[in-house]
Every structure is written in structure tokens, then in C-alpha cells.
T-cell receptor, first 110, second 111 residues
């Protein structure tokens, strides 16, 4: 069974203080690893898809990387508007359904 | 605008009552999904459908039912058999095997 573990559960940063979120996974045949951002009371918003180890993608202050066992979401010089829950999910095997982690709640203080 | 529409945004259920959550998409996606989200928890899959007139149980299907009579629509019924229905419900759609697009969610509470 596919499993996704995200750490830390919560992270509090000062504005401008860079850090990373971790997503560890076990999956039978990775078809894709997905990062989403979720604001309170709203649906998740897609950020990135990574398909193979060594792949990296960037969007503004966010950069996602992938190894064979984990993915990192690096946040450079965060701003208060980056505060949200960040969700990681994997798509594996042949059943075409995503397995999500519990998320990391990021708070960026001004 | 293309997207996924969930309604209502807030829903209240009385004990013993069945309630239905609506989900409509105009993205022409074959696959649709229902997830449940509890505070501090990840998204848990209730049901999914990869084609019209076919659907599969997810990890927590007990107490729920769905139908997929049209490509655009995937309603979820929370039955009286679901004893702990209070949660945030999310509908999503996708091209099979690709990223999910989510609706804005329905918050279900018990009166």
C-alpha cells in the first residue's frame, strides 16, 4: 500500500527565513509526486508534479525536488502570503488514485 | 471559465437523514473523486470514478454512496449509516493518471 509521511506537521518562520518541507514516500512504481497548497476552508491548489528522481521544478519562491525516497519543498525568503498547508501526494501502481500525506501547516510571520 | 463546482458550501444534517453533495465539472475530465478531510488529517479517498457508469470504493466508502450517470457530474450521498459525517468534503477531477483539480469544498455538520 502506498504511504506518504510529511514533516514537520507545523512550521513557523519569520518573513525572509528560508526552510524546507519534507515528504517521504513508499510506493509501488511511482507515476508522479504532486505538491498542493491549501488555504483554510478552500480546496487544494496545484503547485508541482515531479516524475523521476533528480527532477526539480520552481515557481516564484518555491522549489520542489525529488529523490527515490522523498521530496523536498524549499521555500526561499518566504512572505506572510505563503502561509498555508502544503500537501504532498503520490500516484503509484496501476490503480490511478492519489495517496495524500497529512500536510505541513506553514505560518510565516511578518 | 473551466473548473469544478461544489454545492452547497455549507450543509447541515439531522440525525437519520441522508444528504447529497453536488459536484459538477466542465473540464471534460474522465476521472472524478471524492475526498474527506478532517482537521489535522490528510485527504482520505471515499469513492472515485474513471468512466461514466462505473465507480470504485476508496479507503473509507462505508456510509457513503455515489453515482456517475453523466461525465460532468459525480454526486455524493452521505447516508444515515455514516455515524461521524462532520468533515470538509472535496471533489476533484482529472485526466486519468494526471494531476487533480479540486473544487472549493463542502463543510458538512450535524445538527
Amino acid at each position: 500500500e502506498d504511504q506518504v509521511t510529511q514533516s514537520p506537521e507545523a512550521l513557523r518562520l519569520q518573513e525572509g527565513e528560508s526552510s524546507s518541507l519534507n515528504c517521504s514516500y513508499t510506493v509501488s512504481g511511482l507515476r508522479g509526486l504532486f505538491w498542493y497548497r491549501q488555504d483554510p476552508g478552500k480546496g487544494p491548489e496545484f503547485l508541482f508534479t515531479l516524475y523521476s528522481a533528480g527532477e526539480e521544478k520552481e515557481k516564484e519562491r518555491l522549489k520542489a525536488t525529488l529523490t527515490k525516497k522523498e521530496s523536498f519543498l524549499h521555500i526561499t525568503a518566504p512572505k506572510p502570503e505563503d502561509s498555508a498547508t502544503y500537501l504532498c501526494a503520490v500516484l503509484g501502481g496501476s490503480n490511478y488514485k492519489l495517496t495524500f500525506g497529512k500536510g505541513t501547516l506553514l505560518t510565516v510571520n511578518p | 471559465d473551466g473548473g469544478i463546482t461544489q454545492s452547497p458550501k455549507y450543509l447541515f444534517r439531522k440525525e437519520g437523514q441522508n444528504v447529497t453533495l453536488s459536484c459538477e465539472q466542465n473540464l471534460n475530465h474522465d476521472a472524478m473523486y471524492w475526498y474527506r478531510q478532517d482537521p489535522g488529517q490528510g485527504l482520505r479517498l471515499i469513492y472515485y470514478s474513471q468512466i461514466v457508469n462505473d465507480f470504485q470504493k476508496g479507503d473509507i466508502a462505508e456510509g457513503y454512496s455515489v453515482s456517475r450517470e453523466k461525465k460532468e457530474s459525480f454526486p455524493l450521498t452521505v447516508t444515515s449509516a455514516q455515524k461521524n459525517p462532520t468533515a470538509f468534503y472535496l471533489c476533484a477531477s482529472s485526466i486519468v493518471g494526471e494531476k487533480l483539480f479540486f473544487g472549493s469544498g463542502t463543510q458538512l455538520s450535524v445538527l
